[in-house]
């Protein structure tokens, strides 16, 4: 089972040099250099959900033809047995050009999750770290350094992916909810409250534990 979204779209943007001050002392006020054109870029993604793994593909455009080509990359990269995806229902996802394609791809699988329910994809989640891997806080001069970086971030994420819960091994989840944690689910706060009370020496009822000595 994969998970599929689209991302985007990502654009180049180039900022000007730092303008310096005015020699009366004032700063100069300078207009960001924001370039949105044909150069913007979508990063497709899909998560294997067994074991973490992500693979994503950056494309020109949001459509069949680019869906299919990344449809591609899926079924490669998973050669044995059936596989569903789970993604939303947009057009490029279900037009007749990618239904044509899925009758001589007859593995692959389409789920489509309700109208409104995104959260329910855990792509979402992985989405979230990679904006801040490979996103944040950076200038693309264009398409091709935003494809690096979705590369290059892809690749770090992958190599700290785990299968199960995404726990570390020095915490391992509490029997009562492993089975329901998702990969992306930090803990709750209840059970953060938990772990501190038990680290305090205290009882439920927040009163101190008692040790008789003879």
Request: hydrophobic share 30%; charged share 20%; net charge positive.
């Amino acid at each position: 089972m994969v998970c599929a979204d689209e991302l985007g779209p990502v654009i180049p943007r180039t900022f000007p040099p730092a303008p310096g001050w005015s020699p009366d002392g004032h700063r100069i006020k300078n207009e960001l250099d924001y370039s949105r054109g044909p150069e913007k870029t979508w990063v497709y993604g899909a998560l294997r959900v067994r074991d973490g793994q992500q693979i994503t593909m950056a494309a020109s455009s949001r459509n069949s033809a680019f869906y299919q080509q990344f449809l591609q990359l899926v079924e490669d990269a998973n050669p044995v047995g059936d596989i569903y995806v789970i993604t939303d229902n947009l057009s490029s996802h279900n037009s007749v050009s990618t239904r044509t394609w899925l009758e001589e791809h007859p593995r692959i699988r389409h789920v489509f999750i309700p109208v409104g329910a995104c959260w329910l994809n855990l792509q979402e989640g992985w989405w979230r770290i990679f904006r801040k891997t490979a996103l944040a806080g950076r200038s693309f001069g264009d398409r091709d350094h935003i494809t690096h970086a979705t590369r290059v971030a892809t690749d770090q994420l992958n190599t700290r992916a785990r299968p199960g819960s995404g726990a570390s091994p020095h915490h391992p989840p509490e029997p009562s909810d492993a089975a329901t944690r998702t990969p992306f689910e930090e803990f709750s706060t209840s059970v953060l409250r938990q772990r501190s009370v038990g680290r305090s020496g205290r009882g439920s009822r927040g009163s101190p534990r008692l040790s008789w000595s003879r």
